[in-house]
């Protein structure tokens, strides 16, 4: 089944320390990964995005890792400043009818 | 601005009335697709279009729902007879057909079903 599971749901962290979100897929065939960041009340922004060749990206203090053997990822932030507060949503597309599965999200918040 | 919008932001409307909501794409994107999410969930899939085509449509919409993207450009979600179930937040996105092609969201309307 195409499924992406997103871990944790949540995470509280101070201001200045960094974090770590996971990504688990089982969409095959794969084609690409991205990891979204969505503010309240607002549309989801895309960040990176992987494509099976690609391990490591980075954007700014956002760097995503891809292992696409064990079909995981992660999206690692550095510094995190009070503005990063938000959901982080990984989403993979399938190759061949560029099917689009979402994650549930992980709920970041950033304490001063 | 030249992204995607959204109209209205909000709607609120009693159960059983009927509502339309409007997205205007980014004018070159020739794909525009429609999610809802819910609270504490990533965006689902609704519905999406190439050009004026609906090429496809989830299990989540059911024969109250009916989306129209009648000249290519802009695109409409009717909901029916609308139930408490249906508040959520209904986004819109659109992109380029090539390769790796990213989604660009629109803010959404909040739907409230009192």
């Known amino acids: 089944k195409n499924q992406v599971e997103q871990s944790p749901q949540s995470l509280i962290i101070l201001e200045g320390k960094n974090c770590t979100l996971q990504?688990?897929?089982?969409?095959?065939?794969?084609?690409?990964l991205r990891w979204y960041k969505q503010d309240t009340g607002r549309g989801p922004v895309s960040l990176t995005i992987?494509?099976?060749?690609?391990n490591t990206k980075s954007n700014g203090r956002y760097t995503a890792t891809l292992d696409a053997d064990t079909k995981q990822s992660s999206l690692h932030i550095t510094a995190s400043q009070l503005s990063d507060s938000a959901s982080y949503i990984c989403?993979?597309?399938?190759?061949?009818?560029?099917?689009?599965?979402f994650g549930k999200g992980t709920r970041l918040h950033i304490l001063p | 601005d030249t992204g995607v919008s959204q109209d209205p932001r909000h709607k609120i409307t009693k159960r059983g009335q009927n509502v339309t909501f409007r997205c205007d794409p980014i004018?070159?994107?020739?794909?525009l697709y429609w999610y809802r999410q819910t609270l504490g969930q990533g965006p689902e899939f609704l519905t999406y279009?190439?050009?004026?085509?609906?090429?496809?449509k989830s299990r989540l919409l059911s024969d109250r729902f009916s989306a129209e993207r009648p000249k290519g450009s802009f695109s409409t979600l009717e909901i029916q007879r609308t139930e408490q179930g249906d508040s959520a937040m209904y986004l819109c996105?659109?992109?380029?057909?090539?390769?790796?092609?990213?989604?660009?969201f629109g803010s959404g309307t909040q739907l409230s079903v009192l």
């Open positions: 990504c688990n897929y089982t969409v095959s065939p794969f084609s690409n």
């Open positions: 996105a659109s992109s380029l057909l090539q390769t790796n092609e990213k989604l660009f």
């Open positions: 989403v993979v597309s399938r190759f061949g009818d560029d099917k689009i599965i």
């Open positions: 279009f190439q050009n004026e085509a609906q090429l496809e």
């Open positions: 992987m494509t099976f060749s690609e």
């Open positions: 004018s070159e994107h020739n794909r």
